[in-house]
C-alpha cells in the first residue's frame, strides 16, 4: 500500500536552533501535502498545506517565517522549524494526497517528535 | 464553534461491551468523512470511510446523517486492542481537501 516516510522520527535540539523534516511519499506523487501538529491530549491542527512547485498555505495563526515549508518535487516536502524554541516542542506529522487517486484518504507520515531544550 | 466536534471522553468499557462515539461536523459542504485511530504517540491511521448509506467493517460500523452533519462509530465486542483514540475527520473540498480532525475520544477496554 502506499506509504509516507517521514524523517526523523524524533530530535532533541537547542533553542535557537533549526530543524528540517522530511516528507516523502515513497510509491505514489503527491503534489499535496499536509503539515500538522499536535500537542499532548490535542487533536491534530493543520499548519499548512504544501503544493508541488508554488507557495504553501499556512493556516491562520501559523507564522509562515517560522515554519518554512518547501515542496520541490512530487515526492518530498520539508518543513523547517526555524529558531525553535521550547514552546515548538510538538508532534509534527505530514499526509499527502495521492494525486492518482484524487479524494482518498490521506496518507500520514509516521510523525516527528520535536523536544527544544 | 469548532468545526468538528467529538464526545468528551475518555470511555472505559469492559471487553466485550458495544460503544458509540459521536461526532458533529459545522460545514454543510463537507463531502468526505471518517474514522481515524490514533494509538499513544503514533500518527493517525484510517480505520473507515463514512458513507451516507452506512457502512459496516466487520465490528465497526460507521453511520452518516447529512441533514444532521452528524457522524457515529459503534464498535461492538469490543477487545482490549481497541483501546486507543478515534479521531473524527471531515474532508471539506472547497478548503482544499484539507483534513479537519475532531479532538478524538479516547477508549479504554479493560478486561
Known amino acids: 500500500g502506499a506509504v509516507v516516510s517521514q524523517h526523523p522520527s524524533w530530535v532533541i535540539c537547542k533553542s535557537g536552533t533549526s530543524v528540517k523534516i522530511e516528507c516523502r511519499s515513497l510509491?505514489?506523487?503527491?503534489?499535496?501535502m499536509f503539515w500538522y501538529r499536535q500537542f499532548p491530549k490535542q487533536s491534530l491542527m493543520l499548519m499548512a498545506t504544501?503544493?508541488?512547485?508554488?507557495?504553501?498555505?499556512?493556516e491562520q495563526g501559523v507564522e509562515k517565517d517560522k515554519f518554512l515549508i518547501n515542496h520541490a518535487s512530487l515526492t518530498l516536502s520539508t518543513l523547517t522549524v526555524t529558531s525553535a524554541h521550547p514552546e515548538d516542542s510538538s508532534f509534527y506529522i505530514c499526509s499527502a494526497m495521492d494525486r492518482d487517486k484524487g479524494n482518498s484518504p490521506l496518507h500520514f507520515g509516521n510523525g516527528t517528535r520535536l523536544t527544544v531544550t | 464553534r469548532k468545526e468538528v466536534e467529538q464526545d468528551p471522553g475518555p470511555f472505559n468499557v469492559p471487553e466485550g461491551a458495544t460503544v458509540a462515539f459521536n461526532c458533529t461536523y459545522s460545514?454543510?459542504?463537507?463531502?468526505?468523512f471518517f474514522w481515524y485511530r490514533q494509538d499513544c504517540r503514533k500518527e493517525p491511521k484510517l480505520l473507515m470511510s463514512?458513507?451516507?448509506s452506512g457502512n459496516e467493517d466487520g465490528r465497526f460500523t460507521a453511520q452518516l446523517n447529512r441533514a444532521s452533519q452528524y457522524i457515529s462509530l459503534l464498535i461492538r465486542d469490543s477487545k482490549l486492542s481497541d483501546s486507543a483514540t478515534y479521531l473524527c475527520v471531515v474532508n471539506t473540498y472547497n478548503q482544499g481537501g484539507k483534513l479537519i480532525f475532531g479532538q478524538g475520544t479516547e477508549l479504554s477496554v479493560k478486561p
Open positions: 460545514n454543510s459542504a463537507s463531502q468526505s
Open positions: 463514512v458513507y451516507s
Open positions: 504544501s503544493n508541488e512547485g508554488s507557495k504553501a498555505t499556512y
Open positions: 510509491d505514489f506523487q503527491a503534489t499535496t
